[in-house]
T-cell receptor, first 114, second 113 residues
Framework: GENVEQHPSTLSVQEGDSAVIKCTYSDSASNYFPWYKQELGKRPQLIIDIRSNVGEKKDQRIAVTLNKTAKHFSLHITETQPEDSAVYFCAASIRNTGRRALTFGSGTRLQVQP | EAGVTQFPSHSVIEKGQTVTLRCDPISGHDNLYWYRRVMGKEIKFLLHFVKESKQDESGMPNNRFLAERTGGTYSTLKVQPAELEDSGVYFC???????????FGPGTRLLVL
């Protein structure tokens, strides 16, 4: 089955700096890669996602890149703010099949220091 | 629209007892998923319903876990009898048919003593 590894497990940056979280996946059939943000005590919320036919996607200060050949994808947050502090999860799945379960990475706890 | 809701938000039970968790998906979402996060590790898939049918239950850890979705609306996840290692946060998520985004509920924090 699919295996997703995520690094680092914790990340501390100064406000205004950039943060990068990296994930690798094992199943070359995976074609959908969402990122979820979970603030303390709240539900995981989708912040950005990317499909395998796209190499990069941006949404304001957040961007995700995908390297299908290397089977890795990354989340980039620029101009970080204290409210970006949360646990971030990457995930992978195979869309357009009966099985749509997400396989998650272990999470990255991002701390943005004011 | 109302989001995914889960009940209870917290549950503390003793080993050997039974607990039933409930998930109400977003109205009209045929796909319903159960996940859990144990001991701060990754969120792991348990099973997937399409309407009332179990599409994929490959993540269910053992036969102490029973999930149902009678009528294709809300779902329940029963743990009987509960063991210490069942402690964790149980998340439910739902998505539209053929939709890509899974919307998560707030989770049920289960502690088995």
């Amino acid at each position: 089955g699919e295996n997703v590894e995520q690094h680092p497990s914790t990340l501390s940056v100064q406000e205004g700096d950039s943060a990068v979280i990296k994930c690798t996946y094992s199943d070359s059939a995976s074609n959908y890669f969402p990122w979820y943000k979970q603030e303390l005590g709240k539900r995981p919320q989708l912040i950005i996602d990317i499909r395998s036919n796209v190499g990069e996607k941006k949404d304001q200060r957040i961007a995700v890149t995908l390297n299908k050949t290397a089977k890795h994808f990354s989340l980039h947050i620029t101009e970080t703010q204290p409210e970006d502090s949360a646990v971030y999860f990457c995930a992978a799945s195979i869309r357009n099949t009966g099985r749509r379960a997400l396989t998650f990475g272990s999470g990255t706890r991002l701390q943005v220091q004011p | 629209e109302a989001g995914v809701t889960q009940f209870p938000s917290h549950s503390v039970i003793e080993k050997g007892q039974t607990v039933t968790l409930r998930c109400d998906p977003i109205s009209g979402h045929d796909n319903l998923y159960w996940y859990r996060r144990v001991m701060g590790k990754e969120i792991k898939f348990l099973l997937h319903f399409v309407k009332e049918s179990k599409q994929d239950e490959s993540g269910m850890p053992n036969n102490r876990f029973l999930a149902e979705r009678t009528g294709g609306t809300y779902s329940t996840l029963k743990v009987q009898p509960a063991e210490l290692e069942d402690s964790g946060v149980y998340f439910c998520a739902s998505s539209q048919e053929r939709g890509k985004t899974q919307y998560f509920g707030p989770g049920t924090r289960l502690l088995v003593l």
